[in-house]
């Protein structure tokens, strides 16, 4: 990356001068303690450095250290200068022409790190009740949970992709009682759910479960004996269709894990007897309890109720456990903001059982408002609601993940379903989208004859389809050399892409992926009205074209990675 190169010279210049006695005392450096950061005026230069932090031990004014270790520095054709504290760097053509090499040289791997230390992960997202459609806040773990796997990924990590059916609670007991009155409604009783706020509980009385009860009695003629009949139907029905729904959002899992498959395997119980015999539960009122502030939490946690029955806390820690025992390295779960106090307990319990409790990441995200025509649409989950899917068929798939992954995960996100659906420049999905297009249409009119609409005659393309071809697969880094003074922030901006990689596979974002190809789309467009590509200067036109090539291959590499269309014509 053209910052590391900036600052490994700056970093060398300072063991040399060091070496030479002229940092004043200063009489060793340790990597890391410097960084480089982007000038807020360009024309300073495309990374500066501050040296400031050196001066208490050098025992020298900032500029002056900056002049003795410029003095250091092999500069090649970049240009090196220093204003008060800061060593600013202006990249050369040299780096710019690796740069845009690189991105051919690697083709579908550009970004991907050479080495890094591999891990085993376990991504756990999204989870529902299988007792209804998702709802939009599904979505956007949905989307973001994939992109994260997906850029796990492709920066070289091994990722398993784990779906926790909530399917052994009361929920679906109630969803068995709901079906239940849906069906009977069906069958010509005049019945409804209790007006009783409490009674009404116990049901889910979305509109969602009549088509559920027209399909049961398509095979059965009433209802059954046995009640637990209509709980796995109407179960199993809802699993299939958020399964299709998930397929149609390019959502694909590796498992789909049971809680019931869970309680049955016994590990259940295995987990809080092996906490027993470490002397981690003691009773009280009649309840076993867990001693998680041992381990951090706020206060303890029961694991078994008075009446004999399991909290969820028990479940999650079997759980957990489990996944450990699985083989995989670490643990990341996207969980919604709500269950924030819930961190602490599962945590304190993986490290009460003897494993490392900081191999589990929990990503906590915001909610999700739908805003339609600039007005909020309250979502419910019980009746009324606004759902995964309506979305979906509104506004697209693309759109759906874009937006859905465009915000920071601990900010709220506004989803604005009229901006989503315009094909305009204001709407982020398809300003990206049609950067892409562009890229291929002015890829298509190099190798394209036309007509003259005056007199008739055949007008030969620009470039041979040969030509381009062997531009394509041939690529040679001083062919980027005609265009380079005026396409220089562009190709900066596509060197970016490794260090924007970089930094999001660490941090677990995916919002810098969907806020990178922006800019890449804006500096692309930018360079494109500033210049004309297809021209009769042929060194020109293919060092340009040559550029456009590139900016087509990273933004595929991106939009691969968020599982959005990279469409060639728009």
């Known amino acids: 990356m053209i910052k590391d190169y900036f600052l490994n010279n700056i970093e060398t210049a300072i063991e040399n001068a060091i070496k030479d006695n002229k940092l004043g005392e200063m009489k060793e450096y340790v990597k890391g303690t410097l960084s480089t950061e982007r000038p807020k005026n360009s024309d300073f230069g495309d990374f500066a450095l501050n040296v400031s932090p050196l001066a208490r031990y050098a025992r020298m004014a900032p500029p002056q250290i900056a002049n003795t270790i410029l003095s250091y520095i092999d500069k090649e054709d970049n240009d090196y200068t220093v204003i008060g504290g800061f060593i600013n760097f202006k990249t050369g053509s040299n780096l710019l022409k690796q740069a845009v090499e690189e991105i051919f040289k690697k083709d579908k791997n550009y970004g991907r790190p050479e080495k890094i230390e591999k891990?085993?992960?376990?991504?756990?997202?999204?989870?529902?009740?299988?007792t209804g459609p998702f709802h939009i806040g599904h979505g956007r773990w949905a989307a973001m949970g994939s992109a994260l796997a997906n850029l796990l990924k492709f920066y070289g990590h091994e990722v398993y992709q784990e779906f926790y059916i909530n399917d052994a609670g009361s929920q679906i007991q109630k969803l068995g009682n709901s079906l239940e009155i849906r069906i009977r409604q069906e069958l010509g009783e005049d019945i409804d759910f209790p007006e009783d706020e409490m009674e009404r509980k116990n049901y889910y009385p979305g509109d969602y479960l009549i088509p559920v009860a027209k399909e049961y009695l398509k095979t059965h003629k009433g209802l059954p004996e046995n009640k637990q009949e209509l709980c796995d139907f109407a179960k199993d029905y809802e699993e299939k269709v958020q399964?299709?729904?998930?397929?149609?959002?390019?959502v694909h899992f590796d498992n789909f894990y049971s809680e019931l498959e869970l309680h049955k395997s016994g590990k259940v119980d295995e987990c809080i007897n092996k906490l027993k015999a470490k002397g981690e539960i003691y009773q009280k009122d009649g309840a076993d309890w867990f001693k998680s502030t041992k381990y951090g939490d706020d206060q303890d946690r029961v694991v078994k109720k008075a009446d004999g029955s399991n909290t969820y806390l028990t479940a999650d820690i079997a759980y957990h456990i489990d996944k450990f025992d699985r083989g995989f390295d670490r643990l990341i779960n996207i969980w919604g903001a709500d269950h924030h106090g819930y961190v602490a307990r599962v945590k304190a319990s993986i490290e009460a059982l003897g494993y490392n409790p900081d191999k589990l990441e929990i990503l906590l995200g915001q909610l999700v408002n739908l805003v339609i025509n600039g007005n909020e649409v309250r979502m419910g989950k019980r009746k009324n609601m606004v759902t995964l899917e309506d979305l979906v068929d509104e506004v697209g798939v693309d759109a759906t993940r874009f937006w859905m992954s465009m915000?920071?995960?601990?900010?709220?996100?506004?989803?604005?379903?009229?901006?989503?659906?315009?094909?305009?420049?204001?709407?982020?999905?398809?300003y990206v989208q049609y950067a892409h297009a562009r890229a291929c249409s002015i890829l298509r009119n190099a190798c394209e004859e036309k007509t003259d609409t005056n007199t008739g005659k055949i007008i030969p393309a620009p470039l041979a389809k040969s030509e381009l071809e062997k531009l394509i697969n041939s690529y040679?880094?001083?062919?980027?050399?005609?265009?380079?003074?005026?396409?220089?922030?562009?190709?900066?901006?596509?060197e970016e892409f490794k260090s924007m990689i970089k930094t999001s596979a660490q941090t677990r974002q995916v919002y810098t992926i969907c806020r990178y190809v922006q800019e890449l789309a804006s500096e692309f467009h930018s360079f494109y009205n500033a210049n004309r590509v297809i021209s009769d200067n042929t060194d020109l036109m293919k060092a340009r074209l040559a550029l456009v090539i590139a900016v087509k291959k990273v933004l595929?590499?991106?939009?691969?990675?968020l599982a959005v269309t990279a469409p060639e014509r728009m």
């Not at 399964?243 to 390019?250: T, Y």
């Not at 040679?476 to 596509?494: F, Q, R």
């Not at 595929?556 to 990675?561: E, K, P, Q, S, V």
Request: charged share 35%; aromatic share 4%; hydrophobic share 40%.
């Open 119 to 130: 891990e085993k992960i376990l991504l756990e997202y999204i989870s529902a009740n299988p």
């Open 407 to 430: 915000r920071n995960i601990d900010t709220t996100l506004d989803f604005d379903i009229e901006l989503a659906k315009t094909k305009s420049d204001e709407n982020p999905v398809f």
């Open 243 to 250: 399964r299709d729904l998930l397929d149609k959002l390019k």
């Open 556 to 561: 595929n590499n991106a939009l691969d990675i």
């Open 476 to 494: 040679t880094a001083d062919t980027i050399l005609p265009t380079i003074d005026t396409a220089k922030k562009l190709i900066l901006k596509l």
